[in-house]
T-cell receptor
Framework: NAGVTQTPKFRILKIGQSMTLQCTQD?????MYWYRQDPGMGLKLIYY???????DKGEVPNGYNVSRSTTEDFPLRLELAAPSQTSVYFC???????????FGPGTRLTVT | AQSVSQHNHHVILSEAASLELGCNYS??????LFWYVQYPGQHLQLLLK??????LVKGIKGFEAEFIKSKFSFNLRKPSVQWSDTAEYFC?????????????FGAGTRLAVHP
């Protein structure tokens, strides 16, 4: 099993550009999550999904959108990139019967 | 709202020293508690977890943590650290509110171990 995979690993965007961060898991987990990690701030939940077609906001959803059309994929969309979105983004998943989350390797995004 | 406090942001130790990282959470009900570790350039990995039962839990690589309900604490310990323990450590908590979906993280403790 590859676990949770994310692409790209790094990306530089200009202000106002848009992009999609990809996340895929092969563990057949229903639950998937997007976090951002800023220095000295820990991880903050952006959006999460409890299954295909169902998404909900986390602590810091502004400026982001998500969709969940399959169990495996949970892409995160930035429509109008802003410098405040410079961060490291982590995707995670878990099974309904377990409480622990499994994390992907992250995407480091810089907006200039 | 739930929150998690990690009191030490940076810790520097010599090899073989003992380690204790503090973690306190604010939530009065049932909680699940976690310690994650992030080695340089890597993603978060689960170090140990507490759901119920024995409040002293053992994790990977010789780490352990003790859940003290009366103090709302879940401190991480290791008797003798190694250089390879250099990493950032995150305490996290979730609860039935939100269906265990909202994992709240502390700000992290950056540990540097010198040979």
């Amino acid at each position: 099993n590859a676990g949770v995979t994310q692409t790209p690993k790094f990306r530089i965007l200009k202000i106002g550009q848009s992009m999609t961060l990809q996340c895929t898991q092969d563990m057949n987990h229903n639950y998937m999550y997007w976090y951002r990690q800023d220095p000295g701030m820990g991880l903050k939940l952006i959006y999460y999904s409890v299954g295909a077609g169902i998404t909900d906001k986390g602590e810091v959803p502004n400026g982001y959108n998500v969709s969940r059309s399959t169990t495996e994929d949970f892409p995160l969309r930035l429509e109008l990139a802003a410098p405040s979105q410079t961060s490291v983004y982590f995707c995670a998943s878990r099974s309904p019967s377990g409480y622990e989350q499994y994390f992907g390797p992250g995407t480091r995004l810089t907006v200039t | 709202a739930q929150s998690v406090s990690q009191h030490n942001h940076h810790v520097i130790l010599s090899e073989a020293a003992s380690l204790e990282l503090g973690c306190n959470y604010s939530y009065g009900g049932t909680v699940n508690l976690f310690w994650y570790v992030q080695y340089p350039g890597q993603h978060l990995q689960l170090l140990l977890k507490y759901f119920s039962g024995d409040p002293l839990v053992k994790g990977i690589k010789g780490f352990e943590a003790e859940f003290i309900k009366s103090k709302f604490s879940f401190n991480l310990r290791k008797p003798s650290v190694q250089w390879s323990d250099t990493a950032e450590y995150f305490c996290a908590v979730n609860s039935p509110s939100g269906g265990y979906n909202k994992l709240i993280f502390g700000a992290g403790t950056r540990l540097a171990v010198h040979p």
